[in-house]
């Protein structure tokens, strides 16, 4: 396992725990962090006993989104190119970890704050802590919410609450979040990685295939018509009643037994 420094990667019964790893600046992103988180995912998806991610922040926050001391993001320079650090960095980012062979659950453990606010919506489920709370910041500074946030909020919460979180930045704390469907479930602050763990050794003993696919048809068919979702579902179907999940599924319900799930 690779060395960081500013990640942390654990492996434990078919879980890999990303821990983003810069308590001091709230986790912020920096150029080198995204490298690291980058090839951290690459090493994580490349061990074949890991079938579950978990990405968490340590410390008090989850993540503060960019680290606005980098001098890849300081004003004042007519050079300076956000839309490229997106290309280069955060398009790259959320891509592979929407793309992941495997189910993906985030923890946030403590503020999350504009790019921050819109990562843990990359993965699949979304826990947070009672004390911890979702800002998109990025109004204060004279800019779009970005790593998604103009596409999942008004999917997950309305176009009323999105352009009300976007606009004002007001703070959103873990239990009205879960009350909107922005999250899955808030947790008290103790409990939040015995619960995330929990499930995330369940999805890693489950049929990772077909959660890959299940994530896949969700997000085509919100923008699909109901026939061609319908055959979306039925690629997907064909494809999967003829892996080896399947089969050890159905043997299993039939001789009563827990299914030994491989992921083929």
């Known amino acids: 396992m ?9 492996t434990d019964d078919g879980v890999a ?4 790893h810069r308590p001091e600046r709230l986790n912020s992103f920096t150029v ?15 061990d074949p006993a890991v079938r579950c991610l978990v990405l968490t922040g340590a410390g008090r926050g989850f993540c503060a989104g960019q680290d606005l001391a980098d ?27 929407r793309g992941l062979r495997m189910p993906t659950i985030c923890a946030v453990n403590g503020v999350a704050a504009g790019a921050g606010a819109n990562i843990p919506f990359a993965c699949d489920l979304v826990f947070a802590a009672r004390s911890a709370s979702f800002i998109q910041s990025f109004a ?30 007001d703070k959103l704390g873990a239990e009205q979040a879960e009350a909107w469907g922005l999250i899955w ?17 369940q999805l890693a003993a489950g049929p990772t295939r077909g959660y890959v696919r299940t994530r896949e048809a969700l997000e085509a068919n919100l923008q699909r018509s109901f026939e061609d979702a319908l055959d979306l579902e039925r690629d997907f179907q064909r494809e999967l009643g ?23």
């Open 71 to 97: 001098r890849a993001v300081a004003p004042g320079s007519e050079a300076l190119d956000l839309g490229a650090s997106i290309d280069n960095y955060y398009k790259p980012l959320l891509l592979r970890l």
């Open 185 to 201: 479930r808030c947790v008290d602050d103790a409990e939040l990685m015995p619960a995330v763990l929990a499930v995330a050794r």
């Open 242 to 264: 003829r892996s080896d999940d399947y089969r050890e599924g159905v043997t299993a319900f039939m001789e009563k037994r827990t299914p030994r799930f491989r992921g083929s």
């Open 32 to 46: 080198a962090m995204h490298g690291e988180v980058c090839a951290a995912l690459d090493e994580a998806d490349a």
């Open 2 to 10: 690779a060395t960081y420094e500013s990640v942390r990667l654990e």
């Open 140 to 169: 204060k500074l004279g800019l779009v919410p970005d790593c998604g946030g103009t596409w999942w909020l008004p999917r997950l919460v309305g176009p009323a609450r999105a352009a009300g979180l976007t606009l004002l930045g």
């Open 17 to 20: 725990t990303l821990t983003l």
